[in-house]
Nanobody
């Protein structure tokens, strides 16, 4: 088990920046990957960025070049630096911890933090 708590969301102008942080209650290195997902009203939750225990990152095409995911294993935190924000980035952002087991996959989620990009 692990508890994930997101912070850093808020209201920003288009083109602005925001940094999200996810604090885990235990070692994040024990998980296969950590990531950020988002869900806009009326839409399904979608992947934003992930980072494996080995440091390999993956980004959604819509955020490549603008967002950067990072992790600090000593502090058990995962961050998402968001630059050049667009109105379409507006969503609730969720921190994810993924544990791939022998026969299944287990996901843990934070409560989410709202990001609103608007003039």
């Amino acid at each position: 088990q692990v508890q994930l708590v997101e912070s850093g969301g808020g209201l920003v102008q288009p083109g602005g920046s925001l940094r999200l942080s996810c604090a885990a209650s235990r070692s994040i290195f024990s998980f296969n990957a950590m990531g950020w997902y988002r869900q806009a009203p009326g839409k399904e939750r979608e992947l934003v960025a992930t980072i494996t225990s080995g440091g390999v990152t993956n980004y959604a095409d819509s955020v490549k070049g603008r967002f950067t995911i990072s992790r600090d294993n000593t502090k058990n935190t995962v961050a998402l630096q968001m630059n050049s924000l667009k109105p379409e980035d507006t969503a609730v952002y969720y921190c994810n911890a993924r544990d791939v087991l022998v026969f299944s996959r287990r996901d843990y989620w934070g409560q989410g933090t709202q990001v609103t990009v608007s003039s």
